[in-house]
């Protein structure tokens, strides 16, 4: 599905909104600067005075009126079985095997059953032999050691984790706002 970025009035994400949002947003002129060249052409109706169709070009970036009230810095994004393997690309935490999404379990550091938080600093995608052999230990009980460590990703890569068909122009402005160490950049190069 098409899926537009929207931005505030400073360029910080907003959300991805289909075509039917983005054009009520164009229609109202809550649209102050695009990026991008025109991805879709909505379709109005027939005018009687000119007899010509009305029509809306859409960007894939828009910004409209507004700024966000968020700190970037304070976001907190929404975890998501989906968001956790992108984030970790696919890659068991234990044993470095790729995994299918559907295979891959979302695994507490920490047990849950001692304290361990649903956090993003305390899961990371398992396999299911690592997930059951580590049980309900941390990783040192278990001699299971981390490959990687867990973070809390960026508004922006949280834009990134949350897309699904992210075009060319949408990815280039995200990535340009990654932080330097984000573990996106290297599945981008």
Same mark, same amino acid.
């Given at each position: ?29 809550? =649209? ?6 025109? /991805? ?13 169709? @009305? !029509? /809306?070009?859409? &960007? ?12 970037? !810095?304070? =976001? =907190?994004? =929404?975890?998501?079985? &989906? ?6 690309? *696919? ?11 559907? &295979?891959?379990?979302?695994? &507490?550091? /920490? ?5 361990? #938080?649903? @956090? ?20 040192? #009980?278990? *001699?299971? *050691? ?19 068909? /992210? ?19 290297? *599945?981008?190069?």
């Amino acid at each position: 599905m098409l899926s537009i970025l929207k931005l505030d009035a400073g360029g910080i994400p907003q959300g991805w909104v289909n075509p039917e949002e983005a054009t009520k947003q164009y229609a109202d002129s809550s =649209v102050l600067w695009t990026l991008g060249d025109p /991805i879709f052409k909505m379709r109005g109706g027939i005018s009687r005075a000119t007899g010509k169709q @009305s !029509f /809306i070009e859409l &960007h894939s970036i828009i910004a409209v009126k507004g700024s966000a009230k968020i700190n970037l !810095f304070d =976001v =907190v994004p =929404v975890i998501t079985k &989906h968001k956790l393997y992108k984030r970790d690309r *696919g890659l068991c935490a234990y044993c470095g095997d790729a995994i299918h999404e559907n &295979h891959a379990e979302a695994e &507490h550091i /920490i047990p849950n059953s001692r304290g361990g #938080q649903y @956090s993003w600093m305390n899961l990371v995608i398992s396999c299911r032999p690592c997930n059951q052999r580590k049980g309900n230990r941390t990783p040192e #009980q278990a *001699g299971m *050691g981390l490959l990687y460590t867990p973070y809390l990703p960026s508004l922006y890569e949280d834009m990134i984790l949350k897309g699904r068909n /992210i075009l060319a122009d949408q990815m280039d402005f995200l990535a340009a706002n990654l932080p330097k160490t984000s573990r996106l950049l290297e *599945g981008l190069s």
